[in-house]
């Protein structure tokens, strides 16, 4: 195992790592900018380094800070977390280079999930249901309207540099192509320097259905069950639960199996996410994440397995704890993202959080950054904490959700708390009964009233 592990992040994730890497006695090294003296992460870890001032890209972004705070500490491995340098494949290079450990999977793992076109070709290859569309980049009209007119219309252009919808266009009909195509090209040169693009079937109304993965890295793999996260606003996840209400136990193993088989073809190392959506019972492909996701604690709750402990075990070499066969699906897990936000107009809402009370009992689980006295700078993600709620069954979990959003308090400033209060209670919530588009329609005729 390691002798020390820096963690290059911030907020409730560099907790949580923090808490999986005491669990194996390791120590810990926090790295945080100027604004961040007074974070909890840095309060708990062994030992502290500041790399910089506010702005992420120069602290929380800084390979030179971050890589000059392992050799001052002398750790000998980092963990990213999400966002920052998670899937930064010149990171994970760069590391590798210089003998600290990556806590995630290869830089070209990285790259080639990086690359949307080649992302999604890899996953066909694999044997992934993917969504039909264009095999590979369409550099001209001619061919973008051939594949559309194949496919049919509506359809989806997107860029091939992109990912977590930005970059995407949607064309009704042949009339609208030409623009839709024009102008997917040029904001995806101008956004990422890169203006391939790719064409795909548009899915009016699916679920996003995501698969948790790990890798070993050898060849070995396997999956950890589904999580629903449709409920989003702005490409942001709000809620997020497994598992998902549409799937039956028999779909879950037959995508899950797939997903495990393409790790071992990869031989990927690491946690992982394979992303679908999923529209009349049939999964397609769009994109896989290469790193701890938000969201990773409702598949903790329903498998009792901690995802970041697997995650140190692969990267030290050790292997996986646990096969397949020792996945147990139990019960019903969701999570609730508290944004330091206005509840309607989504609004940043920094400042001094003057009282601050979490819910706890059995089956309530908070992983936060957060304290009472603590002042939430306005530098980074509004993310403050998340509510990750477990119960038996999914009525239990609502019932048990809204109990615990009762005891929840944070006063001083603005959070997402309100909505979740009204989304628990809500008759399409409590029956499942949700796709991609419902959050956003919800908040629109909620605007209206
Ligand atoms: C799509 C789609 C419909 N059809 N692809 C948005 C984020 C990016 N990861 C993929 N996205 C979408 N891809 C096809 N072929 C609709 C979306 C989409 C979406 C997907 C997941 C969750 C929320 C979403 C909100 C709007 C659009």
Request: charged share 25%.
């Amino acid at each position: 195992m390691f002798k020390k592990v820096l963690i290059a992040n911030r907020g409730e994730i560099a907790l949580r790592i923090l808490r999986a890497c005491r669990e194996l006695g390791i120590p810990t090294v926090a790295v945080h900018s100027t604004a961040d003296e007074t974070a909890m992460h840095v309060r708990l870890a062994d030992e502290s380094v500041c790399i910089g001032p506010p702005p992420s890209k120069k602290s929380y972004l800084n390979m030179h800070e971050i890589m000059a705070a392992c050799e001052i500490t002398g750790a000998d491995a980092i963990h990213p977390g999400y966002g920052f340098l998670s899937e930064n494949a010149k990171f994970a290079e760069v590391l590798e280079a210089h003998d600290i450990t990556f806590i995630g999977p290869s830089a070209e793992h990285i790259r080639i999930m990086g690359d949307k076109i080649e992302a999604k070709a890899t996953a066909r290859r694999l044997g992934i249901p993917v969504v039909p569309g264009s095999e590979g980049g369409v550099t001209d009209e001619e061919t973008a309207k051939r594949v559309a007119a194949d496919i049919g219309y509506p359809v989806i252009i997107k860029a091939a540099a992109g990912g977590g919808g930005r970059g995407m266009k949607v064309a009704r009909n042949e009339a609208e192509m030409s623009q839709a195509f024009h102008t997917a090209r040029s904001e995806a040169g101008s956004a990422f320097g890169d203006d391939s693009v790719y064409i795909e079937k548009y899915l009016a109304k699916p679920r996003h259905i995501e698969v948790q993965v790990m890798g070993d890295g050898k060849g070995g793999g396997i999956h950890l069950g589904e999580r629903d996260c449709s409920l989003q606003r702005r490409h942001q996840k709000v809620w997020e639960e497994a598992p998902s209400p549409v799937l039956g136990e028999a779909d879950r193993q037959k995508i899950g199996q797939i997903c495990a088989k393409a790790v071992q073809g990869l031989g990927y190392s690491g946690a992982g996410t394979v992303e679908f959506l999923w529209e009349d019972g049939e999964f397609y492909f769009i994109e896989m994440n290469t790193r701890l996701q938000v969201e990773h604690p409702v598949t903790e709750m329903i498998t009792r397995i901690d995802l970041v402990n697997e995650q140190l075990r692969v990267a030290a070499g050790d292997g996986l704890s646990v096969t397949q066969e020792d996945v147990i699906f139990s019960g019903h897990a969701i999570e609730c993202r508290i944004n330091a936000e206005h509840p309607e107009t989504f609004i940043p809402s920094p400042g001094k959080i003057s009282y601050y009370h979490p819910p706890g009992g059995l089956g309530v689980r908070v992983d936060s950054g957060v304290y009472q006295g603590y002042s939430i700078p306005p530098h980074y993600d509004s993310l403050i904490g998340k509510l990750i709620v477990h119960a038996r069954t999914r009525e239990e979990c609502l019932r048990r959700l809204h109990r615990a959003l009762d005891e929840f308090v944070v006063d001083g400033i603005e959070t997402t708390l309100p909505l979740f209060r009204d989304l628990v209670t809500n008759p399409d919530i409590e029956a499942g009964n949700y796709d991609i588009h419902w959050l956003e329609k919800y908040l629109a005729a909620r605007q209206e009233a």
